[in-house]
């Protein structure tokens, strides 16, 4: 109530994220372009989809590469008015931003009747252990630049029987929303592989300990733990397999089923993580493996994680604007921490590639990957766009009393973009 009958916040659902930024860009533009000898060249692109898949920064990508192509352009900096973070005077201006793999898990077990619950191996407590081992755990997490990436986070975990059933479950899957600041894609799969081998160990350890508890309690042995052993194994492996086994009957079979999957997208019957779990479900089912197995892979999105100084050819250059833009705020009385990694998924992800990622591994480990969903890892790494996030003071975000400071839409964030503007026209050639 105070802020609304201070007269000095803007009020509206979008007002700060982010229409106020688009707005602050299209009046900065057609300034500039109404000045009679412009000393230097701006382009501004709104895209769709940022807070879902970033569709539109995904095929923007392609376009700035057309559009370099077709008119000689050369893109030397970027800066997408996100609303910015502050408190207590200081405004928090990131350089970077995490990267984000969305991994899934199908765990396939033994079935039994639950009478007999040890005969069989529940998918369910092998997925219960890996969630225990990797839920919110430290040592998953990318440290770089003093800064920490939030730990991995499950999102969803369900056995895969339709209707009720008086027997273990056969299969059950999951996904985890898994942040990063360095590690690649294939080193998060690397990660999460050695977790979900020792998180069957430990279950198949305890469900001995606990048998062996039961017979003392039960006076009796009439049933005996399955004593199976788990194959924990990727989705590029277990499909490259299949196509070295089986060659074109494979591959037809599998054209078959994601087209299957992607019709499905498109009509919205499912989301990608649910499609890449029946993709993974009906691969799993085709190869004909009835032993227990953990199969790992990779639902969209994909956002690559990337930071400003470490573009090739343009190292340090983050760092560089960002004190000029806080020597343009300190004209405000507002102070800058520079944050190298934003941790809530940017589409500066698609600007540059500043981690090793290699196009092909990724999508031998995504089933989705192709018409369905795909990142142009060679178009963005063509652009090679260091960037910042760099918008208006907001709060409340998607929210009814969403609200953007109007001194920092009008004064303060036009101030900042002016200041690395001519700081990247002074360049030579810019």
Known sequence: MADLKSGEWLFGRGTADMKGGLAVAIAYLEEQCALPDPIGSLLVIAVPDEEAFSEGA???????????????????????????????????????????????????????????????????????????????????????????????????????????????????SGYLNFLTFTSSPAEVLRKLKMEARAAVDAYLAQMDLNYDEYVSLAGEDGQEPSGLFVEVLTFGELSAGLRESHGS?????????????AAALQRHEMAYPQATIQLMNEVLTWSGRRTPTVLLGFAPPFYPAMHSDDVPGKEGIGSRYAALVAQALSGFGLNVRVQHHFTGISDLSYCAVTVDLDEQALASEMPLWGDAYAVDVPAIASLGIPGMLLGPWGCDYHRMTERVNVKSLTQEL?????????????????
């Not at 009957?249 to 999957?261: E, G």
């Not at 200041?419 to 990247?424: D, I, L, R």
């Open 249 to 261: 009957r494979y591959d037809a079979f599998f054209s078959t089923a994601y087209n299957r999957c």
């Open 414 to 430: 036009p101030a900042a973009i002016d200041a690395v503007a001519h700081a990247v026209w002074a360049q030579p050639e810019s």
């Open 58 to 172: 995904r095929d923007a990508a392609r376009l700035l590469t057309t559009l370099r192509e077709r008119y000689g352009l050369r893109y030397e900096f970027l800066i997408d008015p996100e609303p910015t973070a502050r408190a207590h005077g200081v405004q928090t201006v990131p350089i970077g931003s995490a990267g984000k793999c969305l991994p899934v898990v199908v765990v396939q077990g033994a079935t039994a009747h639950v009478d007999h619950g040890f005969e069989g191996l529940n998918p369910l407590g092998i997925l219960s252990s890996l969630i225990l081992r990797t839920e919110l755990e430290p040592e998953l997490c990318d440290i770089d630049h003093g800064e920490a990436c939030v730990p991995p986070v499950w999102l969803s975990a369900a056995d895969q029987t339709s209707g009720y059933s008086a027997s273990v479950p056969s299969r059950a």
